[in-house]
């Protein structure tokens, strides 16, 4: 099984901040790498499909890059909204395992 | 607009068994793969079997394999997932969820709690 890791597992970060969360897979998956947010109590909503294709509806302050086995989600500006989980997930091959989580939070 | 609205979670001993549906409207739910991701309490999201459009393809989690059973009904635009010898480390909250593009999963229902516990 291909395993995902997240760095940072959380941080902290004001309005209007520009934050970077990394994703590592334990071998390369091209670029089938998903990004999905979580509220509390929510359920999960993809933002980024393909590494860095932005899925509709979602603000253009997200972005998505990488290849093979690293990847990054940035948020440009951040909003009060964004404070919440973010994951990772490959879809390169099942199982499709997501990365632990970074909880995103207001300094 | 698409909607999956998942039913069937509730309170089981363990051992027990389950089964989970989750309804599809406003998309051609025949021609999607679906999937199901569960969400143990203040943990992270972990996926569990995915099914293709025509129910012919099947793949599981190994935590799940040979206990959990993934099917679908496409008349009925439904998945199934029937959960057998239920432990407690099943506890958590049941997605559906649709694939989006490049094997991404881009709609997903609201969850059905499952509970295992005597």
């Known amino acids: 099984d291909i395993q995902m890791t997240q760095t940072p597992s959380s941080l902290s970060a004001s309005v209007g901040d520009r934050v970077t969360i990394a994703c590592r897979a334990s071998?390369?998956?091209?670029?089938?790498l998903n990004w999905y947010q979580q509220r509390p109590g929510k359920a999960p909503e993809l933002m980024i499909y393909?590494?860095?294709s932005l899925q509709s509806g979602v603000p253009s302050r997200f972005s998505g890059s990488g290849s093979g086995t690293d990847f990054t989600l940035t948020i440009s500006s951040l909003q009060p909204e964004d404070f919440a989980t973010y994951y990772c997930?490959?879809?390169?091959?099942?199982?499709?395992?997501f990365g632990p989580g970074t909880r995103l939070g207001i300094k | 607009e698409v909607q999956l609205v998942e039913s069937g979670g509730g309170l089981v001993q363990p051992g027990g068994s389950l089964r989970l549906s989750c309804a599809a409207s406003?998309?051609?739910?025949?021609?999607?793969?679906v999937h199901w991701v569960r969400q143990a309490p203040g943990k992270g999201l972990v996926w569990v079997s995915r099914?293709?459009?025509?129910?012919?393809?099947?793949a599981y989690a190994d935590s799940v394999k040979g206990r959990f059973t993934i099917s679908r009904d496409n008349a009925k635009n439904t998945l199934y997932l029937q959960m057998n010898s239920l432990r407690a480390e099943d506890t958590a909250v049941y997605y559906c969820?649709?694939?989006?593009?490049?094997?991404?999963?881009?709609?997903w229902g609201q969850g059905t709690l499952v509970t295992v516990s005597s």
């Open positions: 099914i293709n459009s025509g129910g012919s393809s099947t």
């Open positions: 406003g998309l051609s739910f025949s021609n999607y793969w």
């Open positions: 969820a649709r694939d989006g593009s490049a094997w991404s999963l881009g709609y």
């Open positions: 071998q390369t998956i091209s670029n089938y």
């Open positions: 393909g590494a860095s």
């Open positions: 997930q490959q879809s390169y091959s099942t199982p499709f395992t």
